[in-house]
């Protein structure tokens, strides 16, 4: 179930087509933490101001873990027969664990730069630590062997630095008259000595070397003044290299050497942008984004083998997930949703409206399962926990087969880390699974009674539709992701009714 990173990019090419071939996907998270720092309580707060806090949260801590279970519906060919003519065959779900790291390859140029423009605040809330702690989940986990991420708005802010014109604009230039007087000796006296090399003849030394007249290494400001120099003064003619971090050369740029290093650079750059992307590749798969031909480029670089067989299975996939995606499910998902949002696309919208419409055109198949259990509960019954509503469910006999590939087991039957991510995930998965089965069977749904679960656990189901794109806010309220970001008045996106 867990893939660390010595196996991702192989286990990339089986996850996709995966992804591709389930009707659903069910999602867990673990975070760094869930709550405001200091926040103080809020007595029956509105979905507006749990959402507001949702803001806050998402901006402050991180993904930690990312759970996934891919469910799809396999026919048994063999078994429909003239003399069996109901439709036979199993649910299969497999479910993948993936430690999420907030960490840049610095140990590669093009990393290291990426780590340059991009910058990250890790945060750790102490009761999220105990929580972890309890359930055997380890932090250092992620730092170590972690999944790297990269949201869109974090890859175009990327691109602009990593790309984009060297050349400062007005107002990033040094205004040295505003500077103190030793500044404006420094500026002056290498502009003096760059003037005095160039006029030397061509027998004398090839570079020049600027040193801190003040002795010891240069300092970053010096650096960037001597670099100003070259842009304003001359015009860029000449190139700078730091030297053991203690004296600058300057040297005549060499037009040809110049591409060649900026190209190379370019490609270190694009390389570590398309690894660092790593579990978007997935999320990108999730809204039907694209995915084929990166991912591809990675195994290129990386010079692995890649059979024609997969190369097509991924395109395809890609092509599939085009045209439909599955359907999304969560247990009392509002938060998974928003750190989805603000880890893999860009920072949440400014009103709860505008989260419901930006994540209804991502994800516009969503069942929270939190929804389903308590529809016709009121404030006064007991919370219903995932842990609790699995077991309940676990030995509760189904019309159908139900296969899952599991990972360690306590006496063969749970996982260690009861709460990983992963594990959430299939709990959330089969949790869904029977709980709506239940509500296709008792409601008659005009969908073929004697067909099978393939033919009615559907989107078009009418006890689909009744739980479609609704999920549950704390206990303030029902969001309506499908109504969200409508102009009409009459259109309600969001209803309070306590729970």
Not at 247 to 269: S, Y
Not at 420 to 444: I, P, R
Request: hydrophobic share 35%; proline share 5%; with cysteine.
């Amino acid at each position: 179930m867990s893939v660390p990173l010595s196996r991702f990019w192989a286990k990339l090419a089986e996850i996709l087509p995966e992804i591709a071939s389930a009707s659903y996907v069910a999602i867990d998270f673990e975070m760094t933490g869930i709550e405001p720092h200091n926040a103080p309580p809020l007595q029956r707060p509105t979905m507006e101001q749990l959402y507001d806090r949702a803001k806050q949260v998402t901006a402050t801590f991180n993904v930690l873990q990312f759970g996934l279970t891919c469910i799809s519906y396999e026919k048994d060919a063999a078994a429909n027969t003239k003399e069996n003519s109901e439709p036979q065959g199993k649910f299969q779900s497999r479910s993948y664990n993936f430690n999420v790291s907030p960490m840049f390859d610095t140990d590669s140029n093009g990393g290291a730069a990426l780590a340059r423009v991009l910058d990250r605040t890790l945060t750790l809330s102490y009761k999220t630590l105990m929580f972890l702690s309890k359930n055997r989940i380890r932090i250092e986990d992620a730092y170590d062997g972690g999944i790297p991420y990269l949201s869109r708005s974090e890859e175009a802010r990327a691109v602009a630095g990593l790309f984009g014109s060297n050349k400062r604009s007005e107002s990033e230039l040094i205004d040295v008259d505003e500077m103190q007087e030793e500044t404006k000796r420094f500026y002056a006296d290498v502009i003096k000595n760059i003037q005095k090399w160039e006029s030397d003849p061509p027998s004398q030394e090839s570079y020049l070397n600027i040193k801190n007249p003040h002795d010891g290494p240069m300092s970053r400001f010096q650096r960037r003044l001597v670099y100003q120099i070259l842009e304003t003064e001359f015009e860029s003619k000449y190139h700078a290299a730091v030297k053991e971090d203690y004296f600058m050369q300057i040297t005549k740029r060499d037009d040809e050497v110049e591409e060649k290093t900026k190209g190379d650079a370019h490609r270190q750059r694009h390389k570590a942008l398309l690894k660092q992307r790593g579990l978007r590749y997935i999320v990108e798969a999730l809204v039907g984004g694209e995915f084929a031909e990166d991912v591809l480029q990675i195994y290129d670089l990386g010079d692995s083998l890649i059979e024609k067989p997969v190369k097509d299975k991924l395109r395809d996939s890609e092509a599939k997930l085009k045209t439909k995606t599955p359907i999304l499910v969560g247990h009392n998902m509002f938060l998974d949703l928003c750190f989805l949002y603000a880890t893999f696309f860009e920072p949440l919208p400014d009103t709860l409206d505008g989260f419901g419409h930006s994540i209804h055109k991502l994800f516009p198949r969503i069942l929270d399962t939190k929804h389903i259990l308590t529809h016709d509960d009121h404030e006064m019954m007991a919370p219903k926990i995932l842990d609790d509503i699995f077991l309940e469910l676990e030995e509760k006999k189904m019309p159908f087969a139900i296969e899952h590939k599991q990972s360690s087991t306590v006496n063969g039957r749970h996982p260690v880390n009861a709460h990983q991510a992963g594990h959430d995930s299939y709990k959330t998965s089969m949790v869904f699974l029977k709980e709506m089965w239940k509500h296709v069977e008792s409601e008659g749904d005009i969908f073929p009674k004697h067909g099978g679960p393939d033919t009615r656990l559907v989107w078009e189901s009418p006890s689909f539709q009744k739980f479609a794109n609704k999920i549950r806010i704390g206990n303030a309220g029902l969001c309506d992701l499908s109504a969200a970001g409508s102009s009409s008045k009459d259109e309600v996106a969001v209803k309070e009714e306590p729970v």
